[in-house]
């Protein structure tokens, strides 16, 4: 079992939908999570950081962690053409690797 | 701040030559990692450095593979000899310390022939 899993799509919505992305893990030393975004030929950049269990929201952006089951989510509220990038989760613990999962590539249509 | 800085952008090379790849990290932060990532294998960790001391370097795929960090702004990846699987694009990050957020540098396209 890889110690993150994430469906890497692709998935393609309308404008103005409500996007779900997910991820697993399986170490239970990772307490820092974190949305990388990346698009197309650019380097990943920082969206959402979570420690430990619960909600955080920036703007359009949800992140969530349930550590009791391992699971992590991104929720992105009225989706733009913009937001079409891949969506890369990110976790660790206390010696700060990073654990990507593969990315989920997402199509937001006009 | 101008952010991770890599270089070059774009990089095409024959079997055999040498390759090496460059990066400046966000000034002040202590922590500078590469990384390689490729569709088959996604996001791959090479190696580490803290105050520009290696740290862990168990993903650097075999001998070929050599980083270094001479100061705090500079650190380079070098591949030698280079071969067609080492196509991929390379990445830069640094983080500061006490945090668990890494910034990426724009990437090194690397091209083998």
Redesign the interface.
Known sequence: QKEVEQDPGPLSVPEGAIVSLNCTYSNSAFQ?F?W?RQYS??????LM?T?SSGNKEDGRFTAQVDKSSKYISLFIRDSQPSDSATY?CAM?GSN???T????TLLTVNP | DAG?IQSPRHEVTEMGQEVTLRCKPISGHD?L?WYRQTMMR??E?LI?FNNNVPI?DSGMPEDRFSAKMPNASFSTLKIQPSEPRDSAVY?CAS?IAGT????????T?LLVL
Not at chain 1, 41 to 46: D, H
Not at chain 1, 100 to 103: M, V
Not at chain 2, 100 to 107: D, L
């Open positions: 820092y974190m990388y030929r650019k380097g990943p950049e920082l950081y420690y890369l660790t700060y690797k990073l990507f999962g593969k990315g | 991770v922590y990692f996604g996001l960790l580490y862990d990445f983080r668990g957020t890494q910034y990426f540098g724009p990437g396209r």
